[in-house]
Nanobody, 125 residues
Framework: QVQLVESGGGLVQPGGSLRLSCAAS????????IGWFRQAPGKEREAVSC????????YYADSVKGRFTISRANAKNAMYLQMNSLKPEDTAVYYC??????????????????WGQGTQVTVSS
């Protein structure tokens, strides 16, 4: 059974850091383009960061450039999102996805993607 499980969220003060993890089972994550998405209350889900299968192409939303870093851990069949200098507007549920589509300056989840539980990130003092 293919499964992606997000973890690592929590409550952090503005300016703080968190590292989100996405553990994969039932597939080899290294074979796929992968990405992180988030959804804040009352807002649509948006792409945060994506990386191609060969790591040659990365996408970052303008709002997180210079603060977030996406990475893979092939030996652990996992992916990460290092988030630094967090801001209240980063508050959202964060989700990971495989087989994302990176086209131009955009990243989209695959069609009919079934989202996991996500992990809540709350940035507040």
């Amino acid at each position: 059974q293919v499964q992606l499980v997000e973890s690592g969220g929590g409550l952090v003060q503005p300016g703080g850091s968190l590292r989100l993890s996405c553990a994969a089972s039932g597939l080899i994550l290294n074979y796929y383009p992968i990405g992180w998405f988030r959804q804040a209350p009352g807002k649509e889900r948006e792409a945060v960061s994506c990386i191609s299968s060969n790591n040659g192409i990365t996408y970052y939303a303008d709002s997180v450039k210079g603060r977030f870093t996406i990475s893979r851990a092939n030996a652990k069949n996992a992916m990460y999102l290092q988030m630094n200098s967090l801001k209240p507007e980063d508050t959202a549920v964060y989700y990971c996805a495989k087989n994302v589509v990176i086209v131009g300056n955009n990243c989209a989840p695959p069609p009919l993607h079934s989202w996991g539980q996500g992990t809540q990130v709350t940035v507040s003092s």
